[in-house]
Structure formats: structure tokens, C-alpha cells
């Protein structure tokens, strides 16, 4: 049972990359996802959340209109898409799920994957 997240790597100021969190051994349905990041020497911070139903989202507000995230039960995984990435958006990016609501508090996750590394050049 775990989830492990992908699409990580260097792009320019301006560009996009696509993140991928893909369920193993469990079915994604009905959990919660929730994407965060951490810089070096920062807290862990939530980016953006789905429920497991209805699709309800919230993202922060650092991210709103560029980032949007998305699911596909089918495929066991769920997106974030990176727009107008910005140097500040360089960290490394974990999800993780929880079987409630959407939160935007790791605290509230008690499922995560390893990160994947984001870094966007100015």
C-alpha cells in the first residue's frame, strides 16, 4: 500500500510540469489527495487538495490560477498541473491521502508518498 508521486524536474521560470500521484496496492476512490511541498529549510506546506467524491478542490492561495489539480479514479491517480511556474515554487512535492475531507494540514494525511523535486529556474 502506498502512493508514489512522479513528473518532478527542471523547467524555466514561465514553464509547466504535470505531477503525477499514482496509488499502489489501494484503491484511491475514497481518499482525499493533497499535494504539499517543502523548501530547503521551510515547514511542509499544503499546495492543494481533492475529495475522494465530487471533486471538490482547494488550493492556496501562493498557487490559485496557476496550479489546478485533478483526479482519474480509473487510472488511480491524481494530477497537479503547473503553470507560470515561479522560482518560489521550487521544492520537493509529496501527496499524500487521508480518508476524510479535504485539508489542507499534513497533519490531517496519515498516507504518503516519497517527494519528487521540483526546481524552476529564474
Known amino acids: 500500500v502506498q502512493l508514489q508521486a512522479s513528473g518532478g524536474g527542471l523547467v524555466q521560470a514561465g514553464g509547466s510540469l504535470r505531477l503525477s500521484c499514482t496509488a499502489s496496492?489501494?484503491?484511491?476512490?475514497?481518499?482525499?489527495i493533497g499535494w504539499f511541498r517543502q523548501a530547503p529549510g521551510k515547514e511542509r506546506e499544503g499546495v492543494s487538495c481533492?475529495?475522494?467524491?465530487?471533486?471538490?478542490?482547494r488550493y492556496a492561495d501562493s498557487v490559485k490560477g496557476r496550479f489546478t489539480i485533478s483526479r482519474d479514479n480509473a487510472k488511480n491517480t491524481v494530477y497537479l498541473q503547473m503553470n507560470s511556474l515561479k522560482p518560489e515554487d521550487t521544492a520537493v512535492y509529496y501527496c499524500?491521502?487521508?480518508?476524510?475531507?479535504?485539508?489542507?494540514?499534513?497533519?490531517?494525511?496519515?498516507?504518503w508518498g516519497q517527494g519528487t523535486k521540483v526546481t524552476v529556474s529564474s
Open positions: 499524500a491521502g487521508r480518508s476524510g475531507w479535504i485539508s489542507s494540514s499534513p497533519a490531517d494525511f496519515g498516507l
Open positions: 496496492g489501494f484503491s484511491l476512490d475514497h481518499y482525499a
Open positions: 481533492i475529495s475522494s467524491t465530487v471533486g471538490n478542490t
